[in-house]
């Protein structure tokens, strides 16, 4: 019989927060206590995400009390990963010692949207304190997140990790899941379609692994970096494009007999992208913005009611796609861990993130491990008895 799961939970944890723009430090705060449905995660692995940067500089999409997220002992990352050190009362879905990863959003769970499914579009986005405390949770967006040695979670926002996945593969789910989730908007049976990936960021990437692992056939990936480009046909692409030297329409009219892609997923957001993704979908066809561009952009409106083609905005990773994305990581139909790039002890999180923002060394997922921290804390605490 294996040893019973460690149950100590101390009172007092280290946690990243963030001060002003582009601020952040190592805390001690208190150990968050889980409350009806929740349960606490000692986080083990969290993965630095583009929307993290966005966060610690702009503020934006985060919203803590109704506001910026800055000077507010907030503690941001959303991709992580742990294990369940206590649960709030009456949860038995999930026992002390599994290994979880986490998807973001929780929802109300009473709006419109939510009661769709639709919870990563929740109408009550960021209310959960004071009078209008409706008990939305987004970790790392309007409730503390990931970049701490525990952090809270929904029932509904965790999935249990097989014995065969790694820390960091595990904290990988969730951007699959954003891929999927992109994916099945689109209408998900996209076997035997044509499906055009552009942008070769960790969602792009995921996606095109996805879309593989979906059946989509041809699946092609647009991106101006070769060594991204040539992970994505590690992943499953069958064509790539340098769009810094080819026709990108053209290149796609050519490989599909002049018709154009049945569904293309946008990762870049870019006004040149979207005008691509516009032209080189086919009448009836499908395109997904997976990015957020920066400002408005302009582009062809006309071409898109002429010819029968929707558009479609998804936020996050809705609709329990990241349970899907699990089942298609557990059963290693993709290998995610080429996304994967380097790996930073806790207390080098301003390191880590520097890594991901600079592209240093050609990084493109970088995970934080928090287990060194927590083997010191057991330690002490051991050294304490
Ligand atoms: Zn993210
Ligand atoms: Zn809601």
């Known amino acids: 019989m294996n040893a019973p799961p460690e149950t100590t939970v101390p009172s007092r944890m280290k946690a990243w927060v963030l001060g002003d723009p582009d601020d952040i430090k190592l805390v001690d705060k208190d150990v968050p206590v889980p409350g009806k449905a929740e349960a606490l995660v000692r986080i083990d692995a969290v993965a630095i995400c583009a929307t993290d940067l966005e966060i610690l500089t702009y503020g934006t999409p985060a919203l803590i009390e109704g506001g910026p997220p800055f000077n507010k002992n907030f503690t941001p ?10 649960l709030g009362p009456g949860v038995d879905e999930f026992s002390v010692g599994d290994r979880v990863t986490v ?144 026709d990108v329409v053209a290149r796609i009219m050519e490989l599909t007999g002049g018709k ?39 582009f062809d409106l006309g071409y898109l009611a002429v010819n029968n083609i929707y558009l479609y905005g998804i936020r996050g990773e809705g609709r329990s796609a990241t349970h899907r994305a699990m089942a298609f990581m557990a059963e290693k139909r993709f290998d995610a861990t080429k996304i994967h790039t380097h790996t930073f002890p806790m207390e080098d999180l301003p390191t880590a993130l520097k890594y991901a ?6 990084a493109i997922k970088v995970v934080v491990s928090m287990k060194d921290s927590h083997a010191a804390e057991n330690a002490a605490a051991k050294g304490a008895v």
């Open 357 to 362: 923002r600079e592209r240093i060394d050609d």
């Open 260 to 298: 154009g892609a049945d569904y293309v997923v946008d990762c870049a957001g870019s006004e040149t992208t979207v005008n691509q993704a516009v032209h080189m979908t086919n009448r009836g066809g499908k395109i997904c913005l997976a990015a957020f561009p920066k400002k408005p952009v302009e």
């Open 77 to 86: 990352g959303h991709e992580y990963m742990g294990t369940i050190a206590a």
């Open 103 to 246: 998807e973001i959003h929780a929802g109300c769970g009473q709006c419109k949207r939510c009661r769709m499914g639709m919870y990563t579009s929740c109408h009550n986005y960021g209310k959960n304190y004071g009078d209008q405390d409706k008990g939305h949770r987004a970790n790392g967006f309007t409730t503390n997140g990931g970049f701490a040695q525990y952090a809270v979670n929904n029932i509904n926002t965790m999935i249990k990790v097989p014995d065969t996945m790694s820390d960091e593969e595990a904290t990988l789910v969730v951007t699959a899941g954003t891929s999927m989730y992109g994916l099945t908007e689109l209408g998900g049976l996209v076997a035997g379609e044509s499906v055009v990936v552009i942008g070769p960021g960790p969602i792009g990437l995921l996606a095109v692994a996805v879309a593989k692992s979906l059946g989509a056939s041809p699946v092609v990936l647009v991106g101006t970096r070769e060594n991204r480009n040539r992970i994505g046909l590690e992943l499953g692409a069958d064509v790539t494009i340098d769009a810094r030297n080819e």
